[in-house]
C-alpha cells in the first residue's frame, strides 16, 4: 500500500514538471504528431502530387449563387435585385474609389495613376457617348455588374475585391453618377 501511494506521489510529480507550458510525457504517440501538408508543397497522396487540389468540379461553395448563363455561355444581364438608399450609394463611392479608381480616376475619365505613371491601356471614360444611357438601355447597370465580375477586354475580374452585392452597388453608382444620361 506504501509503495502504491508513493509510486502515485512521484509520478504526479513528473507528470506536472516542465512548467506551465509543458504538454508532459507522452507516453502514447499515435495521434500526438501529425505531418501537415504545407499549401503549396508536394504530396505523393494526391494523383497530381500537390497538397493543394481543386474544388470538385461542378460543386458550388456555401453562400455563394453561381451566375446564370445564356445558351451562349456567356453571363446573362442581369437587373438588380437590391434597392438603394443612402448608405448604400456612400458604401458604392468608397469602394469605387478604393477598387476602380486606381485605373478609372475618381470621376471616371480614366486619370488613375496606374493608367497615368504606371502605363496600363486607358479604359473608356464613362462620360463619353458609348456609355450615355436612356431607358431603352444597351449598358445596365447589370451590364456593368458583368463587368467587375467576369473583366473585361484588358480589365480583369475584380469578383474578389467586392462582394457581390457590393458589386451591384458599384454598378449602380458608375451608371448613375459617373455616365451621361441621355434623353429617356
Ligand atoms: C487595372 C485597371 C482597372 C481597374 C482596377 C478597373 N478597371 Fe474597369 N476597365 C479597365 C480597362 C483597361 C477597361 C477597358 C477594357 C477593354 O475594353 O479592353 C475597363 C472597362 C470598364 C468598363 C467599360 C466596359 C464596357 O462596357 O466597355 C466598366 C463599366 C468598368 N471598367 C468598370 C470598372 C469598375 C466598376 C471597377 C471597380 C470594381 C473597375 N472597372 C476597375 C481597367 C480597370
Known sequence: MKLILLGTLLFSLISCS?????????????????????????????????????????????????????????????????????????????????????CHGVDGQAGGKVVTEGGFPAPPKFKSRSFKYSKKDKKPAGHIFNVITFGIGNMPTHAQQLYAEDRWYVSEYVRERLMVRGKK
Open 18 to 102: 516542465g512548467g506551465r507550458n509543458s504538454t508532459g510525457y507522452s507516453l502514447i504517440n499515435d495521434m500526438m504528431y501529425s505531418i501537415t501538408g504545407e499549401a503549396f508543397s508536394e504530396n505523393q497522396l494526391f494523383e497530381d502530387g500537390q497538397t493543394m487540389q481543386p474544388p470538385v468540379a461542378g460543386t458550388v461553395p456555401r453562400g455563394k449563387m453561381p451566375h446564370p448563363m445564356g445558351e451562349d455561355g456567356q453571363p446573362l444581364v442581369l437587373d438588380n435585385p437590391y434597392e438603394m438608399n443612402d448608405y448604400k450609394w456612400k458604401r458604392a463611392e468608397l469602394l469605387f474609389n478604393r477598387t476602380c479608381a486606381s
